[in-house]
C-alpha cells in the first residue's frame, strides 16, 4: 500500500453536489469532486483534478463514506458494497447506501430539508503537476480515504496546512545547527594533548571537511603510531587552523 496517513489532505470543492434518491429506501448520490474545475484553495494556490486522478484508487483502497469526516459515522463502504465509486466524464460520481441508524437518518431529514448539501473528499497526493511559477497543481494520481457528507466546507484552516500541500518537494533540507557542546568538548581535548577517538575525528571532519579520516582498522597487530609532523610546520592562521593541525596529527597514517 501506498498510504500515508499523515499526509491527507481535505477538500470541498464549491461544484461538487449530493442528493437524495428514493424515500422509503433513499441513497446518496451525486459527485464528491469534478474534473478540470480550477479550485482557489486558501488563497494560496489553484488546484484542479484531472481525470484519471481517482481511477486507481477506487479499485483498490478500503474507502468510507462518513458523516463530517468523523470516523464513528460511516455511512457506508466501498468493501462492503455499501459505497459506490466511479470516474466519469464529469467526475467522481458516489453512490450511498446509508446505514439504517437514528444519527443517519438525522442526517438524511436534514438533507432533504436543504440544511445540508455539500461533500467533501481526504485524499493523499501520489502524483501532481505543479506549476510553482503560477502557484497552480493539478492533480493527477490520489489516494482516497474517504468521502464525507460535509455541514461545512474542509479547506485547510491555516496558512502552515495550506502551504504545505502545495510545496517544492525537491528543495534541499535546511542544515542542522551546529552541536556547539560536542564541538567544544573536542576542542577542549585537542587544547589538552588528549588523543580522540575515531568518532570524534568524524565529527571534527563535519566542520573541517578538508580533514580525511581514513577507515578504521581492524587487526590483531598494534596500529602503527600516529604520524608526527615536524617541529618546522609553519602552517600559520586563526585557532580552527591550530586545532586542524592538532587533530591531524592524530590521524593513523595509512599504508
Request: hydrophobic share 35%; charged share 30%.
Amino acid at each position: 500500500m501506498y498510504i500515508k496517513q499523515d499526509e491527507m489532505e481535505r477538500r470541498c470543492l464549491p461544484t461538487a453536489e449530493i442528493r437524495l434518491d428514493g424515500e422509503t429506501a433513499p441513497k446518496i448520490t451525486g459527485y464528491a469532486a469534478v474534473f478540470d474545475v480550477w479550485a482557489d484553495i486558501g488563497g494560496w494556490f489553484r488546484e484542479k483534478i484531472k481525470r484519471g486522478a481517482f481511477a486507481k484508487t477506487i479499485k483498490e483502497a478500503d474507502i468510507r463514506a462518513l458523516m463530517n469526516h468523523n470516523e464513528n459515522y460511516v455511512l457506508g463502504r466501498n468493501k462492503a458494497g455499501t459505497l459506490k465509486l466511479r470516474e466519469d466524464d464529469k467526475g467522481l460520481a458516489v453512490e450511498i447506501d446509508p446505514v439504517p441508524a437514528t444519527w443517519a437518518d438525522d442526517l438524511l431529514k436534514s438533507m432533504r430539508r436543504g440544511d445540508v448539501n455539500q461533500m467533501s473528499f481526504g485524499f493523499q497526493v501520489n502524483k501532481a503537476e505543479n506549476d510553482y511559477d503560477k502557484d497552480e497543481r493539478i492533480l493527477t494520481d490520489v489516494t482516497l480515504f474517504d468521502v464525507s457528507i460535509v455541514t461545512f466546507p474542509a479547506y485547510p484552516t491555516t496558512s502552515a496546512q495550506v502551504r504545505s500541500a502545495f510545496q517544492k518537494h525537491d528543495s534541499p533540507p535546511p542544515p542542522e545547527p551546529p552541536k556547539w557542546e560536542e564541538l567544544d568538548r573536542i576542542t577542549n581535548k585537542i587544547k589538552a594533548g588528549e588523543p580522540l577517538t575515531e568518532e570524534e575525528l568524524r565529527v571534527i571532519t563535519t566542520y573541517i571537511p578538508s580533514l580525511t579520516v581514513p577507515p578504521a582498522k581492524h587487526t590483531e597487530t598494534p596500529p602503527e603510531p600516529p604520524a608526527k609532523h615536524s617541529t618546522d610546520d609553519t602552517r600559520k592562521g586563526d585557532k580552527w587552523t591550530e586545532l586542524y593541525i592538532k587533530a591531524e596529527m592524530q590521524i593513523p597514517t595509512t599504508n
